[in-house]
């Protein structure tokens, strides 16, 4: 069996179409999580055609009765023996912090061959997990993901079928992950319209970091600091636009999802926040010293990255 070696640098795979057309349909996908990310997975599996029975596992019956209604499981899992027995894939996509606890109640009842990934914002803590709770067999079908697709909405009545087309999705495998699994879960991904790059944890969880963990949190800073800094929240905000509305879109998040995801990359986020900090003290300096030509040199700057940023997605 072939092992996946892992680079230091950012691998994409393109797509062949010729070969995409090739792939086996899952006889029996289970979705451990079935929310946004969990169930539009299912989703673009079955609207491709390349999942036959989907099971989903969940905390809430509310939510998998709303997921079974959607049509986006076909069955309920009543325990996990039942659910992984002649699983052909398992996806992880609960929120980051019950991976360990998830790993331990599946690892006794994973079959050998089923292949197991995950959609967590960080990896390196899963895959500290997977090590910890599965066996090499098991690892050798592990191959950890990350959609960077998703909206402010939650549960399986947000699942929709198209939510990774045109997204990225990195994979960042064991380098005892071998190579067939990688391949499958990357084709899968494919499936659902998504672009597969690969590349090592530790270089994903510091990109993401700086372009998603930060932001969020920001986000959720900004409105408790409106709220923290006026005695009539309701008039202050009735006056605001929507440059406030859309920086603070993603404050509507899940709460429990970015604890979980803040707390398990925090060194790396509290990297970035010392740098978001630093560069806010230096606006503050310009302007305690009244330098307007600074500030602008600043402002255009920013405005030329992003507008190259954007730019380039359209390009692409």
Sequence with gaps: MKRHRRSN????????????????????????????????????????????????????????????????????????????????????????????????????????????????????????????????QNRHHFVPGHPIAGTEQSGAQAAQADLYANKHVILTPLPETSTEAVEQVNQLWQACGAQVSIMSADEHDQILAATSHLPHLLAFTMMNHINHNTSDLVNMLRFAGSGLRDFTRIASSSPEMWRDICLSNREALLEQIVGYQNELSTLQEMLKNNEGEALEKAFSQARSIRENWLKSKIEN
């Design 9 to 136: 640098w950012t691998q994409p795979v393109t797509r062949n179409n010729q070969f995409m057309g090739n792939i086996t349909a899952l006889n029996k996908l289970v979705i451990i999580g079935v929310g946004l990310i969990g169930g539009s997975f299912a989703l673009a599996l079955r609207n491709a055609g390349l999942a036959k029975h989907i099971v989903g596992v969940g905390r809430s019956r509310q939510n998998m009765q709303c997921a079974l209604e959607r049509g986006v499981i076909d069955e309920i899992a009543t325990d996990m023996t039942s659910a992984l027995h002649n699983a052909d894939l398992v996806l992880l996509a609960m929120p980051v912090g019950q991976t360990t606890y998830i790993m331990t109640q599946i690892a006794p009842h994973l079959q050998a061959n089923t292949i197991i990934t995950d959609a967590g914002s960080t990896k390196q803590d899963v895959i500290a997990a997977a090590r910890h709770h599965l066996s090499m």
